[in-house]
Structure formats: C-alpha cells, structure tokens
C-alpha cells in the first residue's frame, strides 16, 4: 500500500479549509495516517524546495510557506501519490478539473493551497522530512 505527503498550505489554513480539504481527501480513498499541524521557518521551507531553488518563484513559494501555520500530513491507498495529484488537480487552479481541490480551493499559481509528492522516491524523501516511523499509524 502506498504513502504519500501532503501539504495544506497556508493559503488554506488561513481560510479554515483544511476540513473541507480532508474530507476530499477522505472521499478519494485516501486515509489520513498521520498528520499535524506546524509553523515552518524559511530555513526549513527552503530545504523542503530544494529542487526548486533555481527556479524564479523560488523566493515568493518559501516565503509563502513560511507566512502561516502549514498542515503536513501522511496519505495512504492504493496508488496514493497519483490519486492524491488527481484529487489535487492541475497545480495552476485555472487548468484544474472540476471537483478538484485547487479548483474548488485555490488562489493562484503560487496560492494553491496543497502540496502533493510527485513520485515514489519524493514520497519517501518527504515523508521522513517530518515524520518518524513512529508518527505514521496505518
Ligand atoms: P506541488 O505539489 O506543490 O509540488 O505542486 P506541483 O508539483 O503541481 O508544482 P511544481 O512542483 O511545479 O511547483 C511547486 C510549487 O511551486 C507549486 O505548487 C506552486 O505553489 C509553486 N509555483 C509553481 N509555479 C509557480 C509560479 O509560476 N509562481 C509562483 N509564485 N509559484 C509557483
Ligand atoms: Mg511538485
């Protein structure tokens, strides 16, 4: 069974969505197996978008994760990173599908209110950033 990490973003803690986000999550399939609620400084914000780093919105994205509370969390299902970038929708809301949670949710390319791993090894890179083994109850 898969895990994936996400991200709700500061664009949506702020608006009080992370709710309406989990049940969306929830009604995709996917479980909830570990999740919490952190303020992330700049300096971790820059290495969670490491790959990133060379990329012009680079300052704009780790500043914005940074501004507010983020909810990290633990997905799981069978095929958990694609579902979960489904159920996400296109990163820029005005490609996003409808029923997807950037279309229903987002502001902007930059406000978009998830994060989603983008592939197995990511997941699990991801996943050990903030949780430990410990943290995740399937
Ligand atoms: P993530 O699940 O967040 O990784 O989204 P993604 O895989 O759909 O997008 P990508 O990895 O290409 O970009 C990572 C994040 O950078 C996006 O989710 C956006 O928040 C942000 N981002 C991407 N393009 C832009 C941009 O043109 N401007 C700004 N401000 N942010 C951007
Ligand atoms: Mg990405």
Excluded: C, W
Aim: glycine share 8%; net charge negative; charged share 25%.
């Amino acid at each position: 069974i898969e895990r994936t990490l996400s991200i709700i973003k500061p664009d949506a803690t702020r608006r009080n969505l992370t709710g309406k986000i989990n049940a969306k999550f929830e009604e995709a399939g996917l479980r909830i197996v570990a999740q919490k609620r952190i303020f992330l400084s700049l300096a971790q914000a820059q290495k969670f978008y490491e790959v990133h780093k060379d990329r012009p919105f680079f300052g704009e994205l780790t500043e914005f994760m940074a501004s507010e509370p983020v909810v990290v969390q633990v997905l799981e299902g069978e095929g958990a990173i694609a579902k979960n970038r489904e159920v996400m929708g296109a990163t820029n809301p005005a490609n996003a599908e409808d029923g997807t949670i950037r279309k229903e949710f987002a502001l902007s390319v930059g406000e978009n209110s998830v994060h989603g791993s983008d592939a197995p090894e990511t997941a699990a890179e991801e996943i050990a950033y903030f949780f430990s083994g410990l943290e995740l109850v399937g």
